[in-house]
């Protein structure tokens, strides 16, 4: 597509229940990033996706947390037994991985409510 | 490590009138800067960016910004804003060599602007 999609665009969860989110970055976008947006807190990093080299996981909060990116493509993010406090915009985003100058193109979010 | 600093959460500004949204980065590193733009329920859209050469920079919408490498600044400018320009825009840094292409935001700025 011509855009970073991501879905749901908003999922209401109840605590401990687990979540899968969905990121389809841009064709050719070798690679993709996860932040959390929080009321007030600005983007915090979650996780990079970096063409076939290992990823970069060092933004992620806990072990309930996790990332996969399949074939070098769409990418889902998974929080495993929620807590109120992972409420939040889940924003994804992909670059070119060449030409370091590029800044990322960004999805729309998901807005994440655990109740 | 690279960090931002947004001086000011809320501009309030009346329309017409110039702004400017500061941004202050700490780095031990050479960087590339970023600004962000953010409408309401939207993903993030990039402005501008600085990555070598003039430290006046000009971004969509009529925004600039000025990299003053002594300061460790870069700040946003318009000299006379819209209603349409309210949103929340954030600096963003990455470091300019090696392989990692995570960049590092501020917590934002809410741009306000009255009829």
């Known amino acids: 597509g011509a855009g970073v999609s991501q879905s749901p665009s908003n999922k209401v969860t109840e605590k401990g229940k687990d979540v899968e989110l969905r990121c389809d970055p841009i064709s050719g976008h070798t690679a993709l990033y996860w932040y959390r947006q929080s009321l007030g807190q600005g983007l915090e990093f979650l996780i990079y996706?970096?063409?076939?080299?290992?990823?970069?996981k060092s933004g992620l909060p806990s072990d309930r947390f996790s990332a996969e990116r399949t074939g070098g493509s769409v990418s889902t993010l998974t929080i495993q037994r929620t807590q109120q406090e992972d409420s939040a915009v889940y924003l994804c985003a992909s670059s070119v991985l060449q030409g370091a100058g590029y800044g990322y193109t960004f999805g729309s979010g998901t807005r994440l409510t655990v109740v | 490590a690279q960090s931002v600093t947004q001086l000011d959460s809320q501009v309030p500004v009346f329309e017409e009138a110039p702004v400017e949204l500061r941004c202050n980065y700490s780095s031990s590193v050479s960087v590339y800067l970023f600004w962000y733009v953010q409408y309401p329920n939207q993903g993030l859209q990039l402005l501008l960016k600085?990555?070598?050469?003039?430290?006046l920079v000009k971004g969509i919408n009529g925004f600039e910004a000025e990299f003053n490498k002594s300061q460790t600044s870069f700040h946003l400018r318009k000299p006379s804003v819209h209603i349409s320009d309210t949103a929340e825009y954030f600096c963003a840094v990455r470091p300019s060599g090696g392989s990692n292409y995570k960049l590092t935001f501020g917590k934002g700025t809410l741009l306000t602007v009255n009829p």
């Open positions: 996706f970096q063409g076939n080299s290992a990823p970069d």
């Open positions: 600085y990555l070598s050469g003039s430290t």
